[in-house]
């Protein structure tokens, strides 16, 4: 089979042979040759498919690690796979045309249909934890790890929202940079030491008693961006002080919620 230069290639998967070279790097297009002493690249007619599918998917803006994991996949799962993807994008987008709306109405002077923020008083508790620097796409994968184990039976905790697991944001987290993200797990003060025993990679923390104010999230507005500037708005109109290290506590699972149905509460302590 004759093979194709990387110029010759790159022409007709309507790719540019820089992109070719990071498709090489990152083993997800890698070529068929390379030239032991000049290092040039050869490319099999046969990857051309596979190749264009490669350019369509960027074209959706999906990240190159996901493209990978995609074309690993059966036709089917493969299938599978995009459609969540494309699901997670509809909503980060209506999630943007929410932020947008917001700061029109405030530039226009308009006044802002906001989430409703609740006030509550939390008791001391103790906490299991465990922290990690993480990006926004690596939270899931972190969070699935973790609430399994610590949300079911096997791990006794306070009745109510007292005892539901939750993550702490101790740091700016983007799509581009990491920032410190904090697992906890509230646990019966009774029965903390043996808990701990089984857990010795989690650390024990004293979370003292508090008001806190909060907003629910229901799964239509999963990926809202005013959630936050919600509670900014509240407490600027009360004249009230948070400790910013804001809470995500994860009510029930978003594959098995209705689009009305609470998924997760943002909660800040004030001072």
Known sequence: ??????????????????????????????????????????????????????????????????????????????????????????????AKRQLVGFLIDQLTGRKS??????????????????????????????????????????????EGIVGVPFLRYRGEVTADSDGPVEFCCPVIESDAEEV??????????????????YIRIVKADMMTALGFESLHQWLLGHHEQADWTPRQIFLRDPSTAGETDPIYELAVRLR
Do not use: C
């Not at 790159?10 to 083993?27: G, I, T």
């Not at 979370?207 to 104010?213: Q, S």
């Open 113 to 158: 249909v906001m989430h409703e923020v609740l006030i509550r008083e939390m008791p001391a508790r103790t906490l299991l934890s465990t922290t990690e620097n993480l990006t926004a796409d690596q939270i899931p994968e972190f969070a699935t790890r973790l609430f399994p184990i610590f949300g079911g039976p096997g791990v006794p905790r306070p």
């Open 1 to 94: 089979m004759d093979l194709l230069s990387i110029g010759a290639f790159a022409r007709l998967a309507h790719l540019s042979p820089k992109a070719l070279r990071l498709y090489d790097e990152l083993r997800l297009l890698p070529p068929v040759r390379v030239d032991p002493d000049s290092g040039y690249r050869w490319y099999s007619p046969d990857q051309l498919e596979k190749a264009r599918r490669v350019s369509l998917l960027r074209q959706l803006d999906m990240p190159l690690a996901r493209i990978r994991e995609v074309l690993e996949l059966s036709p089917d799962a493969a299938a599978a796979e995009l459609a969540t993807y494309w699901s997670q994008q509809e909503q980060a987008v209506a």
């Open 196 to 213: 701990i025993g089984r857990f010795p990679a989690m650390t024990s923390v004293d979370d003292p008693a508090g008001r806190e104010i």
